[in-house]
């Protein structure tokens, strides 16, 4: 929607001067490793470099930040500066101490100084928060760091990004500002690559010369308003201090059945909804879950990392579970797969991993990170981890295909499995017994225990080989605001549609019709997209009407909770025998369509705005002519100026 802006992060990496690129990863921020890279033999100049993630040296911690106090206020692009430089500090540091409080986690960044910059954030070992940004910044914040690509031997007196000054010190042990001129000196010693040098946080006022991409930033709770050009500074600055420790985005845009709130790490912000901006100012089961696994308390016995009054050691609360994800149709293992875990009782979502390990061509001369070629030369394995509490969940995976979010919003690592076509799949949840590429029940689960401390490993799933009718081309609207309590939404599949689907698999072979997949949306990003019911019916067409025998359904769901920018499944139970039972009937001509249906529910609806949820849309077309609406559940009339993009899913089965 247009309502939404996103709040991008970016990650800059070096080997001591070597060039840049942008780069974010599964659970981390990513950048390469040359490190002992084999050359490829095929690319000269290039070398096999991995993927891996980005952190701070416990060295660095906690972080030290400086604040840019150029600007006397905060310019405020609709109207008169009001937000002094003192509140937005307070601001940031209140934002900065979300992540310090988490007990379970002993990352910590203060900010102790300040800067007089006039000019836009660099590599210069000032880790620096600033209002300015550059003419062409059109994101709402960002959070770009630099990071070595190759493990380093920093030596007293190196001069690591040229400015004449010596960035290493052999007579500190943590990194601080030794020689008192206002950047940071590191310890004289090894580092990893990945190791986080410099990070600076951006957030964008711009009234002009980018007319139109700044924003008017708040601190008051009462100031998070319905003005999309205005969003909660704390709910901002949290979200991109994750990227800071080096945490990526996440695709958890729903919480629960109640709660529509996201993850504080989801890439996109509702700055038109109160609720949303302001959840952002708390951290997510998922953001604690990562940045204590990044920097887990308890797991040294000395240092920051030493349990300490308050603390708990992640291994006493928290356990993994690991497992791999395989493409059921191309028989790979997939890069960038979200695998979330849903508490086993209560449905709410818990913490989610990417799969992937991933190796990349890189030419440390020119930056030059050619495209990928494929699964068997850039994916080592589909392998994922994701920590949680001590419990017992749900896993599910689903592809990063642009709903809720891109492959480019997420992940170097997703990116890769984008571009070899491997984000393709619907989702579905572990079922173990039942772990095939041809299932019944895509939608049936299998209880993962998990105890602290331990890895519940083999969580292993092989993505469905569907065989989805979809009457609708590419998603590029969602509709329909204001639409009236009750209304209907549903699209037709004829009988000549499923007789072909039939003729396409051997005539012995056994189906499952297993699941109604439906595109829906939110208008208030805080709201949850609930349906009064969703439907399978028989019907039949007269003209440009449709009679649906919504009595007798051939499946129902009442009080249908949907997902907020993405697919949402109605998984059916008998799925071999309604593919029978529909079989027959075509077979029989008692059934000449079938029907997916949506019904809204009563007003007034949830959310600040209280709109309807919504559906997804074709509307450039060519268009079908086979979605309808109603009013009454009674006459259903066509719509031919877009399609409701809504899907019934097959499988065949072994």
């Not at 920093?154 to 040229?162: A, P």
Request: charged content about 15%; glycine content about 10%.
């Amino acid at each position: 929607m247009s309502r939404r802006t996103t709040s991008a992060s970016m990650t800059l990496v070096i080997c001591l001067g070597l060039g840049a690129a942008t780069l974010r990863a599964a659970g981390f921020l990513e950048t390469l490793d040359i490190t002992a890279a084999p050359p490829v033999p095929s690319m000269p100049g290039h070398v096999l470099a991995k993927v891996i993630p980005i952190r701070w040296d416990d060295r660095s911690l906690p972080v030290r930040y400086s604040m840019n106090t150029s600007l006397p206020v905060i310019p405020n692009p609709l109207g008169p500066a009001f937000l002094t430089v003192a509140d937005a500090q307070a601001a940031l540091q209140a934002s900065f101490d979300v992540w310090n409080a988490i007990p379970t986690s002993y990352v910590e960044s203060h900010i102790t100084g300040t800067t007089a910059n006039p000019g836009v954030v660099g590599f210069d070992f000032k880790n620096e928060l600033t209002f300015r940004t550059a003419a062409t910044f059109n994101a709402i914040a960002s959070s770009p760091s630099v990071s070595l690509i190759e493990d380093a031997t920093l030596t007293n007196g190196d001069d690591i990004d040229l400015d004449g000054d010596s960035d290493v010190s052999n007579a500190i042990a943590t990194a601080m500002d030794f020689d008192g001129d206002g950047d940071i000196e590191f310890p004289a010693g090894f580092y990893k690559a990945g190791t986080i040098l410099d990070n600076d946080v951006q957030f964008n006022t711009k009234g002009t010369p980018v007319a139109g991409s700044g924003l008017r930033f708040t601190v008051a709770d009462a100031a998070a308003d319905t003005v999309v050009r205005s969003v909660d500074l704390m709910g901002v600055a949290v979200h991109e201090f994750g990227h800071s420790i080096g945490l990526s985005h996440t695709l958890d845009n729903q919480i629960s059945s109640t709660d529509g709130t996201g993850t504080t790490m989801f890439p996109f912000i509702d700055t038109g909804d109160p609720a949303s901006e302001l959840s952002g100012r708390s951290l997510g089961s998922d953001d604690i879950a990562w940045a204590s696994y990044h920097y887990p308390e308890g797991s040294k016995p000395s240092g920051l990392a030493a349990l300490q009054a308050g603390d708990v050691a992640f291994a006493d609360v928290y356990g993994l579970i690991r497992g791999e994800i395989q493409h059921g149709v191309l028989n790979q293992p997939i890069a960038g797969a979200s695998v979330a875990a849903y508490d086993w009782n209560t449905g709410t979502f818990a913490a989610a991993g990417f799969s992937g390990t991933v190796q990349l061509p890189f030419n440390p001369v020119t930056g030059s990170l050619p495209a990928p070629t494929g699964a068997a030369n850039n994916i080592v394995d589909g392998t994922y981890t994701i920590p949680v509490l001590k419990g017992s969940y749900a896993v599910e995976v689903q592809a990063t295909d642009g709903t809720p979010a891109s492959a480019g919003s997420i992940s170097l690592t997703a990116q890769v499995g984008a571009f070899l076509g491997q984000q393709n799949f619907d989702e579905e949840f572990f079922n173990k017994n039942g772990e095939v590429a041809q299932e019944v029940r895509p939608g049936q689960r299998k209880n993962v225990v998990v105890k602290s401390g331990k890895v519940t490993s083999g969580i292993n799933v092989t993505t469905n080989r569907n065989l989805n009718i979809n009457n609708f081309d590419a998603l590029n609207a969602f509709g329909f605001l204001n639409a009236p309590a009750g209304r209907y939404y549903a699209v037709r599949i004829p009988a000549a549609q499923i007789t072909a689907l039939l003729s396409s698999v051997p005539a012995t072979s056994k189906l499952s019709l297993h699941s109604l997949l439906f595109q829906t949306n939110v208008f208030d990003a805080s709201t949850v997209p609930v349906f009064a019911r969703a439907v399978l019916a028989t019907g039949s067409v007269s003209g440009s009407t449709a009679t649906i025998d919504l009595a007798t359904p051939l499946a129902s769901a009442a009080g249908f909770v949907a997902q907020d920018a993405d697919f949402a499944p109605f998984y059916l139970n008998e799925g071999k025998e309604l593919a029978v039972k529909v079989r027959q009937g075509v077979a029989a001509g008692t059934i000449t369509d079938l029907f997916l249906v949506l019904q809204l529910g009563a007003a007034p609806f949830p959310g600040i705005s209280a709109q309807p949820p919504l559906i997804g849309l074709d509307v450039i077309g060519p268009f079908r002519g086979l979605s309808y609406n109603s009013s009454d559940g009674v006459t259903f009339t066509q719509v031919t100026t877009f399609d409701y993009r809504f899907s019934l899913g097959w499988s065949e089965l072994p």
